[in-house]
């Protein structure tokens, strides 16, 4: 185990580097298993870098997360867990896994395997040929203005087009939607 502040410089070079090459900002999210790392990179967008290695900062995270925003854990699960009164992601690894496993689908004991600190899902290092890109984004306030939509539409596909070129990609379709 190295401490963190051994790997955070070596970290931030390489989220500039590839900030700098894909012309994007996004955060980092470094832990144990996929699932931590996910919700380590949740924790502060957009720009952020999180290395979850200590125990007490896990435990004091999944203290404070609604189980309903964990990566994995759809409306009917949540509905149901917290119908168990089971409300922070801390609560649900506190679950035995026996009974998790006896009430819910082998994906959701996936989940608690990996809030508990074991991985189950891999991380792909493979290049997949991209089937799509989409660039979306929740507006701040409601809008039927013509100019907003337009400057958001605009700004959106100002996005998809930057990561097409990045991945020296094209395309020959575009869809909209608007919801």
């Known amino acids: 185990h190295m401490p963190v502040e051994m790997i955070m410089p070596f970290i931030s070079k390489i989220k500039r580097e590839v900030q700098l090459s894909l012309g994007s900002t996004f955060s980092f999210g470094i832990a144990r298993t996929k699932t931590l790392a996910k919700l380590a990179s949740n924790m502060e967008k957009p720009d952020g870098c999180v290395i979850f290695i200590d125990t007490e900062k896990i435990q004091r995270t999944l203290t404070c997360t609604p189980i309903g925003s964990i990566w994995g854990i759809g409306y009917k699960t949540n509905e149901r867990l917290l119908r168990r009164n089971i409300l922070t992601a801390y609560d649900f690894i506190q679950m035995p896994l026996a009974i998790v496993q006896r009430d819910f689908s082998e994906p959701i004991a996936d989940t608690w395997r990996e809030l508990s600190g074991m991985s189950v899902y891999e991380v792909d290092t493979k290049h997949a040929d991209h089937k799509s ?19 958001e539409l605009s700004r959106n596909i100002e996005i998809a087009c930057e990561q097409l070129r990045a991945m020296d990609l094209y395309t020959n379709s575009v869809h909209f939607f608007y919801a």
């Open 133 to 151: 890109i989409q660039a979306t984004r929740s507006l701040i306030k409601a809008t039927e203005d013509p100019d907003v939509l337009f400057s």
